[in-house]
């Protein structure tokens, strides 16, 4: 089954807004094979960059765009093809942007292999060991504790037991950091879960002295407190923290993560499909498993990075909740035919060949704003 056609597509909702959430615009990549079948993949990032890695020409041998590397070769051998593309951009890639270039072009690659062989992609990663996975509301904070507190009703009327707050205008002050975690904890209730997502906004002191603060209202974890290079500023807040760790959603490959799994740095490791690909999450899995830590997705975009992450997440021994973006963004519910969000509060995992997901040609077409091939 060989490669013939690689096509980047980006596509765009209407209104953009200037707010931390990755549901607004993506790139899809579709891999075309000589069996006249399709993969499709998408990354988290900037669509422009990755179409840029994907679409460059040949410079020499170790800095090259990707499609050229990839036309004739079997789809199958994705272990092999990752290892090819990542010796042959070592000049302009190793982290970020080409990182996550590849990573959408392994789930093309994976989702391609299911549909050879019919079967999900999870059957193929080993074996599904969760049929369905308890889900989180993802959203941003609220401008203050009340506003937050509004989102938390409105969400666990929806049937979340869990919900997770992030990002601004967390970070401000230390009264209003903590009013927002109060305000979340006043609107889901007492039975339930409270995940924080700071947004990479203190130092490691700082976090500890939120840490301690928030523990008050039983958080369920604390994200991303500090910058994301700051490997030993979160070996040393885990340490200390009343609350659990977690981080890791800007993390490109296995090289990016090794600081972290080397340290033992985080008690929950966030693993975004869309900027790993299957055959480095696959990787990051079994290590985090070695050091006993806990595996989460992490997702902001659309229903293909969703089902993608259902397919990983439940080969993971203990997966015990699912990021689920609750935005209200077309590109979050109409991109494909399937609707994949959580149902009463659970999401349940697709059990079609590759990623069982199917894009509605129409919606790309309508927002379509780039296309190479």
Avoid at 255 to 284: C, H, K, M
Avoid at 322 to 345: M, N, Y
Wanted: charged share 25%; aromatic share 8%.
């Amino acid at each position: 089954m060989n490669i013939t056609e690689i096509i980047c597509q980006i596509v765009r909702i209407p209104h953009v807004e200037a707010k931390t959430a990755s549901s607004q615009d993506s790139v899809i990549v579709r891999i075309r094979s000589d069996n006249g079948l399709e993969g499709i993949g998408e990354a988290d990032s900037s669509p422009e960059m990755v179409k840029a890695c994907i679409d460059a020409p040949f410079s020499h041998n170790i800095a090259t765009g990707l499609r050229g590397l990839l036309i004739g070769e079997n789809a199958l051998e994705h272990e092999r093809l990752w290892q090819k593309m990542y010796r042959a951009t070592m000049y302009c890639g190793r982290r970020s942007i080409m990182i996550t270039a590849m990573a959408a072009i392994d789930m093309a690659l994976w989702d391609l292999k299911g549909k050879h062989f019919r079967e999900p992609i999870h059957r193929l990663l080993g074996g599904n060991q969760h049929s369905r996975i308890l889900a989180y509301a993802s959203i941003l904070f609220g401008k203050d504790g009340k506003q937050t507190a509004d989102i938390a009703r409105r969400w666990r009327e929806h049937g979340y037991r869990a919900i997770k707050f992030g990002w601004e205008p967390m970070g401000q002050s230390e009264q209003l950091d903590i009013e927002l975690v109060a305000g979340a904890r006043n609107g889901i209730g007492d039975d339930g879960i409270v995940l924080v997502d700071a947004g990479c906004v203190w130092d490691a002191r700082t976090a500890l002295q939120r840490a301690q603060a928030f523990a008050a209202y039983r958080i369920g974890w604390l994200e991303e407190a500090l910058r994301p290079d700051d490997y030993d500023g979160y070996r040393w807040l885990r340490d200390r923290s009343p609350v659990p760790i977690a981080s890791g959603e800007e993390e490109c490959g296995r090289q990016s993560w090794a600081p972290y799994l080397d340290r033992q740095a985080l008690d929950i490791y966030q693993v975004d499909i869309s900027r790993n690909g299957f055959t480095e999450a696959n990787y990051i899995k079994q290590r985090v498993e070695e050091i006993g830590a806990r595996l989460c997705n992490h997702c902001y975009t659309s229903p293909v990075t969703v089902a993608a992450s259902l397919h990983w997440l439940c080969t993971c021994r203990d997966a015990f909740i699912f990021e689920d973006c609750v935005e209200d963004s077309p590109l979050r519910h109409e991109l494909t035919h399937e609707k994949v969000q959580a149902v009463d509060g659970w999401m349940q995992v697709p059990d079609g060949p590759g990623l069982g997901v199917t894009l509605d040609e129409g919606f790309v077409k309508r927002h379509l704003i780039a296309e190479s091939r």
